[in-house]
């Protein structure tokens, strides 16, 4: 996450503080699409405190993420993580947008208007470098 923020590629950290402390985050950066789409994003990391978990503070964290993309204008958003959680925000899978090395049921797409894009999916080389 340092190297996002320090390259300025964070889009809409979202932080929720309680009492002067994190106890969680979700963030949002640009992702690239090819052929080439504008207005994409992906979610990730999300992390909420293990005695602050179960109190809808991820939930909350995410929702005013993909609201606020929303404001913006963006097309929409994906994110690599469980189906089961994801699914209550309103992504979903789509074959035709993939993420190279990803099980399809894992990367997940919410579009925010238009058509679903058939495109792969990459996420800035942050993502991938070592420590």
């Not at 789509?94 to 997940?108: I, K, M």
């Amino acid at each position: 996450m340092r190297r996002l923020r320090d390259g300025g590629e964070l889009v809409l950290p979202q932080v929720a503080v309680l009492a002067g402390v994190t106890v969680g985050y979700a963030t949002f950066s640009a992702v690239r699409l090819s052929p080439a789409h504008d207005g994409w994003y992906g979610l990730g990391p999300v992390a909420v405190a293990p005695d602050f978990q179960g109190l809808r503070i991820g939930s909350a964290l995410i929702e005013g993420g993909l609201n606020a993309l929303k404001a913006m204008g963006a097309a929409g958003c994906v994110v690599l993580g469980e189906p089961r959680f994801y699914r209550r925000f309103g992504f979903e899978q789509s074959l035709g947008v993939t993420f190279d090395g990803a099980p399809l049921e894992y990367f997940l797409v919410h579009a925010f208007r238009g058509a679903l894009p058939s495109t792969a999916v990459s996420y800035h080389p942050a993502f991938s470098a070592p420590g």
